[in-house]
C-alpha cells in the first residue's frame, strides 16, 4: 500500500511557475513508477508526465513539453512536478500516482493508487 498526498498547488499568473510535491507513504517508493497527471473541469483525467523508479526514464505529454519537469527524490519519498510558463490552459486538479510498471504508461489503468489531487488556477 501506498498513500500519496500532493501540495504546492494554488493561483499563479499565466507565465509564471509552481512546483508540485508529491509525498508518498511506505519504504517502498523507490520501487514504483510515479505520474503526474490532471483533470480540468468537464475534461477527462489526463497524464501529464511520468518517471521511472530510477528515475532514468522520463515521459511527458506533448502540451507541457519543454515547461514543466518531473523528479523524484528516492531518499525523501517524494515527487516533484516543476511547472514553468504557465498558461490558462494548465488550470486543473493535479494527481499524482503510483504504478509497478514494465514500460511507462500514459494510460490511468497503469497506475494502482492516486492521491486526492491538489489544485492549480493559471490566470491570464
Known amino acids: 500500500q501506498v498513500q500519496l498526498v500532493e501540495s504546492g498547488g494554488g493561483l499563479v499568473q499565466a507565465g509564471g511557475s509552481l512546483r508540485l510535491s508529491c509525498a508518498a507513504s511506505g519504504r517502498t517508493f523507490s520501487t514504483y513508477d510515479m505520474a503526474w497527471f490532471r483533470q480540468a473541469p468537464g475534461k477527462e483525467r489526463e497524464f501529464v508526465a511520468a518517471?521511472?523508479?530510477?528515475?532514468?526514464?522520463?515521459d511527458y505529454a506533448d502540451s507541457v513539453k519543454g515547461r514543466f519537469t518531473i523528479s523524484r527524490d528516492n531518499a525523501k519519498n517524494t515527487v516533484y512536478l516543476q511547472m514553468n510558463r504557465l498558461t490558462p490552459e494548465d488550470t486543473a486538479v493535479y494527481y499524482c500516482?503510483?504504478?509497478?510498471?514494465?514500460?511507462?504508461?500514459?494510460?490511468?489503468?497503469?497506475?494502482?493508487?492516486w492521491g486526492q489531487g491538489t489544485q492549480v488556477t493559471v490566470s491570464s
Open positions: 500516482a503510483a504504478g509497478n510498471l514494465r514500460f511507462l504508461s500514459r494510460r490511468l489503468s497503469g497506475y494502482d493508487y
Open positions: 518517471i521511472s523508479r530510477s528515475g532514468g526514464s522520463l
